[in-house]
Every structure is written in structure tokens, then in C-alpha cells.
């Protein structure tokens, strides 16, 4: 029977080239999107649109109850708006806070019942170098670190249970976001980094692809660094 994966923000930069590999590893695919008017595999026989605002952080369960059984979630749509920390609206803290941390959380305990019953499940998250360092959108930088720690609060109480959590931290990444960060700090990274250039998107996808299928399972309750020396530990 095929694995069933379910990846928010599927449908574009990361995400995409997630989906692409998971259905072409034999994965049926259920996409989770604010919108679909850009997805290039809309159509695809093995994927499922669910157009959904994750920060209505309040309907998610009632979205997770009409979707089947889920063996490998991914937490992957985020967002990060490069504003000063003085300078930063409430309704942009409130979105934020929802979209990168509440969700996950949510679509954890969602996932989570049906894991535990079948004693199998995989969990990663797409969290960022942001949460390992002083950054300057202060509001990405928490949400990020907040999702780092629930990645190892999570393993730990559901690692006896047979479930994987993992999560990555990419550098910058040649994705849509890449445009809201000042042209002087993608300067001053692309000099931190070995190969002086952002990483693509199909290498962090493969990262995760790697976590959510083939990885050992004593991987678990990890953030996976993907940032070539910009944060060397």
C-alpha cells in the first residue's frame, strides 16, 4: 500500500520540489496551500489539493479529520517579512507566530493518533539557520527556534511510540523569500558560505525527502544543519 505524505506549502519553491520527489518515490501526496493557481503538478493523478489557510489555527483539526490516514507529515509553509523589531505590526507578529509555529504544532497533534496507533510515522520540519542565530527578523528567528525545540519535544514524547520527528535548518535559499532579504545581507552570506552561492531548492528537499523515508530511525529528535559553513558547529 503506498505511503500517504502530507506537505504544507507543497506547492512551490521547497515544497514543491518535495512533492515532486515523494510522488516519484511512490508516495500518494495531499498538498495543503493557501492557493493552487501556480502548482505545476495540480493535475497529477497521485496528488491531493487541499486549499487551506494555516494560520486558522483554530480549523486545522477539523481540516485533518477529512484527510486519511497521514504516514509522513511535513511542516514546510512559512513566511518571514524582514522587519525591524521596532517596526513590526501586530497583525504581522500574530500571522507569523500562526503560520511557522502554531500550525506545526496543531498538524502534529492531529497526525499524531493515527501514528501512534499504527506504531510508524515520520515527522519533519522545515526550520532555518535563523533559529540558531542572532537574526534580524527577530519574529522569523523565534518562530523558527521555537520550531527546532518542538521538533525535540515532540521525539521525545512520541519516539517511544515509533514516530520520527526530525527537522532541517537551510541557509537562505534560492526560493520566493530570498527576495524580502536586503540585497547587502544576501551579499554578506553569500561571503560566509564555502561555495559563495544560496542553496536550491532540490537540496534541502532532498534532505527532507531523506528524513521523511530512508533516514535510521535512531535519527530522531534532530535539526539537520543545511547551511555550507554559514553557521559552522
Aim: charged share 20%.
Amino acid at each position: 500500500m503506498k505511503k500517504h505524505a502530507v506537505i504544507t506549502g507543497g506547492n512551490r519553491g521547497i515544497g514543491l520540489e518535495l512533492s515532486r520527489m515523494m510522488v516519484e518515490s511512490g508516495c500518494r501526496v495531499t498538498v495543503i496551500a493557501r492557493n493552487f493557481s501556480d502548482f505545476p503538478l495540480a493535475d497529477h493523478k497521485e496528488i491531493s489539493c487541499v486549499e487551506y489557510d494555516l494560520t486558522d489555527i483554530s480549523g486545522i483539526k477539523n481540516l485533518m479529520s477529512g484527510i486519511p490516514h497521514v504516514d509522513i507529515l511535513v511542516n514546510n509553509a512559512g513566511v518571514m517579512y524582514s522587519l525591524p523589531y521596532d517596526q513590526y505590526p501586530d497583525d504581522k507578529k500574530q500571522s507569523i507566530m500562526k503560520l511557522n509555529l502554531e500550525a506545526p504544532v496543531e498538524l502534529i497533534k492531529a497526525v499524531a493518533p493515527g501514528m501512534i496507533k499504527k506504531g510508524a510515522g515520520r515527522i519533519v520540519n522545515n526550520a532555518s539557520i535563523a533559529g540558531q542565530i542572532g537574526h534580524p527578523d527577530i519574529w522569523y528567528g523565534i518562530t523558527k527556534a521555537g520550531l527546532i525545540n518542538l521538533t525535540k519535544s515532540f521525539a521525545r514524547l512520541l519516539g517511544p511510540k515509533g514516530i520520527v520527528i526530525n527537522a532541517v535548518a537551510p541557509g537562505p535559499v534560492e526560493t520566493a523569500m530570498l527576495s524580502v532579504i536586503p540585497e547587502e545581507r544576501k551579499k554578506a552570506i553569500k561571503k560566509m558560505v564555502y561555495t559563495g552561492r544560496f542553496a536550491r531548492a532540490d537540496e534541502v528537499a532532498g534532505a527532507m525527502f531523506w528524513l521523511a523515508t530512508e533516514s535510521p530511525e535512531y535519527i530522531n529528535g534532530t535539526c539537520l544543519d543545511i547551511n555550507n559553513g554559514a553557521f559552522p558547529r
